[in-house]
């Protein structure tokens, strides 16, 4: 799978290093069509494994509608180290290896901003 940085000034291995939470991971994929179900299935289990993790709180993923075949991973995790210790462990890369060649995918950590009578942080 190749990675794709959202943010030209900070990069996904970089945001790993703070300790800042609670944090979404924002994540983009694109596959070609004939990997759709090749990724779902590779997705499954890599989000079977990250549950399993400290730290981790939830996740769900979504799809372009209309036969898109890009999808959008959104978790929840309760620090940024605490995803990075599970991204960079060997058992998950292992699973990130399996995804098909045409897999891109690109990574981005968030946190809550407050916009008065919007949102809460």
Partial sequence: MKL???????TYMQQLQEDSGPVVLINQFNVVPEDAERFLEVW??????MKQQPGFISTQLHRGTAGSTTFVNVAVWESARALGEAFRSPEFQERAARYPDSAVAAPHVFEKVAVPGICVA
């Fill in 4 to 10: 794709r940085e959202m943010d030209e000034q900070v």
């Fill in 44 to 49: 499954a289990d890599d989000a079977g494994f």
